[in-house]
Nanobody
Framework: QVQLVESGGGLVQAGGSLRLSCAAS????????MAWFRQAPGQEREFVAA????????YYADSVKGRFTISRDNAKNTVYLQMNSLKPEDTAVYYC?????????????????WGQGTQVTVSS
């Protein structure tokens, strides 16, 4: 198993930036494809970005493409989400997730492990 802990959320004005981190512990971090999802109040959890085991391949939702960047540092057992040009509609709880088998899956049901989430609020 792997345990995931997100950090880096907060309150930011529209147009600003935040960097989220997700620290992993437990089994070998490089064995997992990783992803970020988000969930706004009253809405389903939605895919944001994913990254392959090595970090070579990345995948993005259309709504964040060109603004968000996912990356990972396997030496630090950490995955990141750099969020630029933030919009009020980016406000949500952001979760990181891990999958041992699939890379780039966009359905939350495909992921085996989840963190507890970190709140991101973008004010207009």
């Amino acid at each position: 198993q792997v345990q995931l802990v997100e950090s880096g959320g907060g309150l930011v004005q529209a147009g600003g930036s935040l960097r989220l981190s997700c620290a992993a512990s437990g089994r070998t971090f490089s064995s997992y494809a990783m992803a970020w999802f988000r969930q706004a109040p009253g809405q389903e959890r939605e895919f944001v970005a994913a990254i392959s085991w090595s970090g070579v391949h990345t995948y993005y939702a259309d709504s964040v493409k060109g603004r968000f960047t996912i990356s990972r540092d396997n030496a630090k057992n950490t995955v990141y989400l750099q969020m630029n040009s933030l919009k009020p509609e980016d406000t949500a709880v952001y979760y990181c997730a891990a999958d041992e088998v699939r890379v780039g899956a966009r359905s939350a049901n495909e992921y085996d492990y989840w963190g507890q989430g970190t709140q991101v609020t973008v004010s207009s």
